[in-house]
């Protein structure tokens, strides 16, 4: 079956940087879209940076200029590089994918059919 599998979470001082992975497996079509989403707690869960099948890319507003989303499609890895990290960026992220082709860079959770199970990044002051 699909399955995602996040790392690289963990704690880091404002300012600092981490870079997520997401490793697709189950699922052969490399260039399936794919995005970057996280919850803090007692929040909803946003998008954060997508990638469609053609390999552009949106970013929320909170995060652009920081974060960086890419994807090595021989490996079927997504990649999301933050950097200049802020305590409001503490939260759970998950990657999702949207099976099949797609040209569009939606940031909305209803438009992804799998879901890994999240890496924490906890940002202190």
């Known amino acids: 079956q699909v399955q995602l599998v996040e790392s690289g979470g963990g704690s880091v001082q404002a300012g600092g940087s981490l870079r997520l992975s997401c490793v697709v497996s189950?699922?052969?079509?490399?260039?399936?879209?794919m995005g970057w989403f996280r919850q803090a707690p007692g929040k909803a869960r946003e998008g954060v940076a997508v990638i469609n099948s053609e390999g552009s890319t949106s970013y929320a507003n909170a995060v652009t200029g920081r974060f960086t989303i890419s994807k090595d499609y021989a490996e079927n890895t997504l990649y999301l590089q933050m950097n200049s990290l802020k305590p409001e960026d503490t939260a759970t992220y998950s990657c999702a994918m949207r099976s099949g082709y797609c040209r569009g860079r939606s940031l909305s959770e209803d438009d992804y059919n799998y879901w890994g199970q999240g890496t924490q990044v906890t940002v202190s002051s």
């Open positions: 189950g699922y052969t079509y490399s260039r399936a879209c």
